[in-house]
């Protein structure tokens, strides 16, 4: 949602007219994310502008040039064109498009990372810019505008942790949206509180909102809409590791990025495809769409994107027992990650580097980057990263003989499971914990924790994991037989 060229303007000549008119089809090829036809009809009406030299049509023609980088995700050129619509706004005394130019060029500060470059001061300039546009746009009663603004300021205090805060905003503009019968603006709103109960982990409020986005967009036949919240759902079947699901989402998600051109979601769309195939164990498959993704970051100069890709490889290589290969990898990948002030990708490679540490017996190494990792996790409420890491730091104590940190570590572990959902992680860490039991010689608790997991992974249809746990569970319970007998002889 964006200007709307003027209605016909007395006096004015028909190449004027013209201007209007190909902006008018530009802007409905946009809302339909069809950014070919937008750009060529944009570029059109830009051209007569200049030649009539109608400032406001520049101005206009501008924007929606602008609004096309955005989408393509081309950040630098799309902060030069709304800077430069900005600029001929408010020369112009236009208030509103003033507004509307300030509101997307926040949301740009978003996407660009600005706010973990320098966090306070980035983050107050961009709070300011998108509260200066809300204002105005308040001041003209232009519920529209006021609701972008919203929706870009709910984004802005999620990316900053202050859930509550941009859970406000967001059902603010929500029912702005809803007032004003806007369709489009709606499921960017209900995308936008996918997106922020997401990363709360609240899968099921995020699913509801992501398939409400998906079905409004489908309805209004907004392509990109359509991609944005099916990537989303893809995320959300991912954390609840229902595989199949996410993998078509993902492959959805992709395709319809790749007709559009957007080579953003393509990047990400391939993202989340390489993390269901490592989470499913097929390296083989996860290693090319990783390396997709690096090098379709690296073209677009995504430096979060391109560390986020390293990163993934870190773990792949990992997976395959290539250790050198993966500490390099999240070594490089925590460099830029650092460089961009990225607190969650520093968080992923501590986690990385951490584990590699662990299974090459430098546990006191490994101990201090995990630790770190989940101090990072818990100030970002980020509970599913967290049983990750503490799972790890249980593995680290264990091998340490440090078994009651140990205990602790596999607990917290299975309760956020728990709480989550997260059946396959949960029967993993019950599977260590009763390793752990069966050390300390408490084979009654190694057998029922193996039973839990057993009674999950059967459950899931895993059925090497099932194997494993029959095994042990004939191993622990010929060990309490012979415990049995003994105590019987001393009886």
């Keep these: 949602t964006s200007i709307v060229p003027s209605a016909a303007r007395m006096g004015v000549s028909p190449q004027t007219h013209s201007a209007e008119l190909l902006l008018a089809i530009g802007r409905t090829h946009y809302e339909h994310g069809r950014l070919r036809e937008a750009t060529h009809h944009f570029t059109k009406s ?11 049509g520049v101005a206009e023609a501008v924007y929606g040039l602008a609004d096309i980088a955005h989408g393509q995700i081309d950040s630098s050129k ?21 507004a509307q130019a300030a509101e997307r060029l926040g949301s740009i500060f978003s996407t660009q990372g600005y706010y973990s470059k320098a966090e306070s001061m980035q983050h107050e300039a961009q709070d300011s810019l998108l509260t200066r546009a809300r204002d105005i746009f308040g001041r003209v009663d232009q519920r529209r505008g006021v609701a972008n603004a919203n929706v870009e300021l709910g984004r802005l205090h999620g990316s900053q942790g202050q859930y509550a805060k941009a859970e406000e905003l967001l059902v603010e503009a929500r029912e702005l949206y809803e007032q004003i019968g806007d369709q489009l603006g709606l499921a960017n709103a209900m995308c936008g509180l996918g997106e922020a109960y ?8 995020s699913e509801t909102f992501f398939t409400q986005a998906r079905d409004i967009s489908a309805l209004l036949k907004n392509q990109l809409g359509i991609a944005h919240s099916i990537l989303g759902l893809g995320n959300v079947y991912l954390k609840q590791e229902r595989h199949i699901k996410a993998e078509s989402c993902y492959i959805e998600a992709q395709s319809t990025y790749n007709r559009m051109g957007n080579r953003l979601g393509i990047a990400e769309s391939s993202s989340g495809l390489s993390k269901v195939y490592y989470r499913q164990g097929f390296c083989h498959k996860a290693e090319p ?17 391109l560390a986020g890709a390293i990163c993934g490889l870190g773990h792949v290589y990992q997976r395959q027992d290539e250790y050198a290969k993966a500490e390099l990898s999240f070594t490089e990948a925590r460099a830029l990650f650092e460089k961009e002030g990225d607190r969650d990708g520093i968080a992923q490679c501590a986690f990385g580097l951490g ?7 430098r546990d006191s190494e490994a101990e201090a980057l995990l630790s770190e990792a989940r101090d990072v996790y818990i ?66 608790d190694t057998e029922q924790c193996i039973e839990d997991a057993c009674a999950i992974y059967r459950e899931l249809g895993l059925d090497d994991e099932v194997l494993g746990c029959v095994q042990l569970l004939e191993q622990t319970r010929e060990i309490i037989g012979i415990v049995n ?4 002889l001393l009886d």
């Design 289 to 305: 769409a990783l390396i997709e993704c690096r090098d379709a970051y690296a073209q677009l100069g995504d430096q979060s994107g």
């Design 355 to 361: 584990s590699i540490y662990h299974w090459l017996d």
């Design 78 to 98: 799309a902060e030069s064109l709304y800077t430069e619509a900005h600029a001929i706004f408010s020369r112009l005394g236009y208030q509103f498009g003033a």
């Design 485 to 488: 007998q003994e105590d019987a």
């Design 198 to 205: 997401y990363v709360r982990a609240e899968y099921e409020k």
């Design 379 to 444: 100030q970002m409420g980020n509970q599913s990263s967290v049983a990750e890491v503490v799972a790890m730091l249980g593995k680290v104590y264990r091998s340490q003989n440090d078994y009651p940190k140990a205990e602790m570590s596999y607990v917290e572990a299975i309760e956020i499971c728990s709480r989550l959902g997260q059946k396959h992680f949960k029967a993993d860490v019950l599977y260590d914990l009763g390793l752990l039991r069966g050390r300390q010689e408490r084979f009654l």
């Design 46 to 56: 830009l051209e007569i502008a200049h030649q009539t030299k109608n400032d406001l």
